[in-house]
C-alpha cells in the first residue's frame, strides 16, 4: 500500500510536469478559454507514511554485540583533541592505521632486515609509543593494524621484484604485538594498561597509487601476501591465542570476479587452516544497501570456505571521500542508515574514517571525516552527522538490548531499536525503563512520516516521557515531538511525526516511576 503511494506520487509528478507547458499556454492565449480546456492541477499527493513496530519483550531481545569507532585518533590532523567526545559516544575503539608511526619501517627501521629482529636494540618506540599513549590514556582502545600508512609505498617493502626477508618481518610484526601487549623491547611499558584486543592484518593490499599500476600498501602477487598473512597469523595466534585477529582490510571486496584480496583470501587461508577471527573491508559511499551487499557476499564466501567461525569487521566507512555531502542532511541520513544497517548484518566491529582529517582546501576548508576541524581553527565542529553519531551512541550505551524491529522493506529507510532492560537502576532519579530507537530516511526511501509502535508493555504500565529529536535539512536535534502518556490497554504506545528524507529522527522513552517493567 505504501509503496503504490509511491509510485502513485511519481507518476502524478511526471503527469504535471507534461501538463504543465499546455496549462501555461492554454492561459497565456486567451483568459476567456472555455473551462472545460483548463487542466487543473492534480490534488497534492498523501504522505508516504511509514509503519514501524518494536517489540519491546525481553523474550526477543539480545545484547547489541557491535564494536564501534573511529581511524587515527584521538586527535584531529589540526591537533584539536577529541577524546571526550569519542568517550560521549561510547566510541572507543582508535584503529592505529595512518598514524604514520605506528608503521613497521618506523618502528624497526631497517629496510633490508639486516639488524636482528629479536633485539629490543633494534627497535625505535619514542613516537608510536607516544601515539599508543594519547588514545589509552585517554580512556579508549587501540585497533592495532600492522602494516603501513598512506606515506609508506608498497608497504615499505623493496621493489617488485627484489626478494625480502618474509621471516623477519613477520618477527618483526610479532615484536610489535609483545611490545603492546607485555612491553617487550624497551620504550613505554603498557602492560596491564592496554588492554587491547583487536590485532588487524595490513591494510588494502588492493590499493594502487594513483595514476600508475604501483601498489600503495602492497607490491607484490597475492600468493606472496597469502604466505606473509598465513605466517603472521601463526605467529601472533600461537603468541596470545586471546587476541582477536582480523585481515585484510581490502578496498574492494566485490570489485572484480576473482578478487585475489577478498574472495582468494578467504579461499585460501580456509583452504590452509589459517587461525584468524575476522575478515575486514573497507568501504566508501552514501548507499546504505551497498554494504548489506558486501556482507551478504562476504558472508557467503566465508561460510563456504568453512570459516563460519570468522566475523566481519569494517574498519574504513563513510558517505563520501573529500566531499561536501558530510555537512548535509543527506550525509547524515546515509550515515545513520549505514550504521544501522552494519548492526543487523551482523558485522561485530567497525571504525570509520577519518576522524577528522585535513582536506588540503578540497571540501571548502570543512576538512573531512565526522568532525570539522578547519573551518574554525582549534575547534572541531560538529556536523550534522556527528549529531547522528551522538544518537547512536547514546541508544548503543543507555539501552544496550538491541530489539525486534519491522519496518518498511528497503535500505534507504532503517531503524534501530533498544532497551535498557525491566530495570536500570544506573540512571539519575532511579530506576526506569529507557527505550530508544534511532529511524534513518535516506535518500531514495520515499518516506515523509513515520507511524512508530512501541509494544509488549505489561498492562499496569506507568506513563512515559517521550521526545522526538529530528537532524534534517533545517537543522539539527530539531524537536519534532514531545510529551507524555502511558501506553494503550493492548500495551502499545504509538508515536507519529514527520520525517521527511533526507533526515534521521532519534526517539527516546524514559519511564516516569521505577514501577515500570517490559514482560
Known amino acids: 500500500q505504501m509503496a503504490s503511494s509511491s509510485c502513485s506520487q511519481r507518476i502524478l509528478v511526471g503527469m504535471w510536469k507534461f501538463w504543465w507547458p499546455l496549462v501555461s499556454s492554454l492561459a497565456t492565449v486567451s483568459a476567456t478559454a472555455p473551462p472545460s480546456l483548463l487542466v487543473p492541477p492534480p490534488p497534492p499527493p498523501p504522505p508516504s507514511t511509514f509503519v514501524v513496530h518494536v517489540d519491546i519483550s525481553l523474550s526477543v531481545a539480545s545484547p547489541f554485540d557491535f564494536a564501534y569507532g573511529v581511524d587515527h585518533g584521538p586527535l584531529c590532523d589540526s591537533g584539536v583533541d577529541v577524546a571526550s567526545e569519542l568517550l560521549q559516544f ?41 601515539y599508543w599513549g594519547r588514545i589509552v590514556d585517554s580512556g579508549l582502545e587501540p585497533y592495532l593494524r600492522l602494516g603501513t600508512s598512506w606515506g609508506q609505498l608498497g608497504g615499505g617493502l623493496p621493489p617488485a621484484g627484489v626478494p625480502y626477508n618474509r621471516t623477519a618481518l613477520v618477527d618483526v610484526l610479532l615484536h610489535t604485538v609483545r611490545h603492546y601487549r607485555e612491553g617487550w623491547g624497551g620504550g613505554r611499558n603498557f602492560s596491564g594498561t592496554s588492554n587491547f584486543k583487536y590485532v588487524e592484518l595490513w591494510n588494502e593490499p588492493d590499493s594502487a597509487v594513483t595514476g600508475t599500476p604501483l601498489g600503495r600498501f602492497w607490491n607484490r602477487s597475492a600468493t606472496d601476501f597469502y604466505d606473509l ?32 584480496y577478498s574472495w582468494g583470501l578467504i579461499a ?30 562476504v558472508r557467503e564466501h566465508l561460510d563456504a570456505a568453512g570459516l563460519q567461525h570468522v566475523q566481519q569487521h569494517v574498519t574504513e566507512f563513510f558517505p563520501c571521500i573529500l566531499c561536501s555531502e558530510e555537512d548535509t542532511a543527506q550525509g547524515a541520513a546515509a550515515f545513520g542508515a549505514t550504521l544501522t544497517t552494519l548492526v543487523h548484518a551482523d558485522v561485530k566491529a567497525a571504525t570509520l574514517y577519518p576522524l577528522c582529517s585535513s582536506s588540503e582546501g578540497r571540501t571548502g576548508g570543512h576538512g573531512w571525516g565526522l568532525f570539522d576541524d578547519e573551518s574554525v581553527p582549534g575547534t572541531a565542529v560538529w556536523r550534522p552527522l556527528t549529531h547522528v553519531y551522538a544518537a547512536f551512541g547514546d541508544l548503543m550505551q543507555r539501552t544496550p538490548l538491541q530489539l525486534a524491529t519491522s519496518s518498511p522493506n528497503t535500505t534507504a529507510f532503517t531503524v534501530l531499536a533498544g532497551s535498557s532492560g525491566p530495570m536500570h537502576p544506573s540512571w539519575p532519579g532511579g530506576p526506569t525503563l529507557e527505550l530508544r530507537a534511532l529511524v534513518s530516511s535516506a535518500t531514495g526511501s520515499g518516506c515523509s512520516r513515520v507511524v512508530l509502535t512501541f509494544a509488549g508493555f505489561e498492562a499496569a504500565a506507568s506513563q512515559f516521557d517521550f521526545t522526538v529529536t529530528v537532524v534534517n535539512g533545517s537543522g539539527t536535534n530539531l524537536e519534532a515531538l514531545a510529551g507524555n502518556a502511558p501506553p494503550s490497554p493492548k500495551g502499545e504506545l504509538t508515536l507519529t511525526f514527520d520525517l521527511v528524507e533526507p533526515a534521521v529522527a532519534m526517539v527516546r522513552l524514559t519511564g516516569i516511576n521505577s514501577e515500570q517493567t517490559q514482560s
Open 229 to 260: 598473512i598465513h605466517d603472521t597469523a601463526v605467529a601472533v595466534k600461537t603468541y596470545d591465542p586471546s587476541l582477536i585477529l582480523s585481515t585484510d582490510g581490502v578496498a574492494l571486496a566485490i570489485g572484480a570476479a576473482d578478487a585475489p
Open 90 to 130: 561510547g566510541s572507543m575503539l582508535v584503529r592505529t592505521h595512518d598514524s604514520g608511526v605506528l608503521d613497521w619501517p618506523v618502528m624497526y627501521p631497517h629496510p633490508h632486515f639486516d639488524f636482528p629482529t629479536d633485539d629490543p636494540a633494534s627497535y625505535v618506540w619514542d613516537a608510536a609509543d607516544a
Open 268 to 297: 585460501e587461508l580456509g583452504r590452509r587452516g589459517t587461525p584468524f577471527d575476522a575478515f575486514s573491508w573497507h568501504a566508501y559511499t552514501d548507499k546504505p544497501e551497498l554494504y548489506l551487499t558486501i556482507a551478504t557476499a
